[in-house]
């Protein structure tokens, strides 16, 4: 699983650079995307389906010189029952 953590939603999606869904389409490997204390998990065969759309420009990257699109998919944080006490 390629994991990525997002910082916040928008519009009750989360976006995430080209290049780890590039990584992931390249490894034939799935999405696990981190948003507070919830997990969404896309698996590798949906992941062209679960795509929302694509940002129109590119957004540099904070920490180097690279620029991404931006790919967005609707928050749907898998359901995972807690222990119990």
Do not use: C
Request: aromatic residues 12%.
């Amino acid at each position: 699983m390629i994991k990525v953590k997002v910082k916040s939603l928008w519009q009750n999606k989360v976006a995430i650079r080209d290049k780890y869904l590039m990584r992931a389409l390249k490894y034939k490997d799935g999405l696990e995307i981190h948003f507070d204390t919830e997990v969404m998990y896309i698996p590798f065969n949906e992941i062209k389906n679960k795509i929302a759309g694509w940002s129109k420009e590119t957004v540099k990257d904070l920490y180097g010189k690279a620029k991404h699109h931006l790919v967005y998919f609707l928050w749907r944080p898998t359901d995972v029952q807690q222990s119990l006490l």
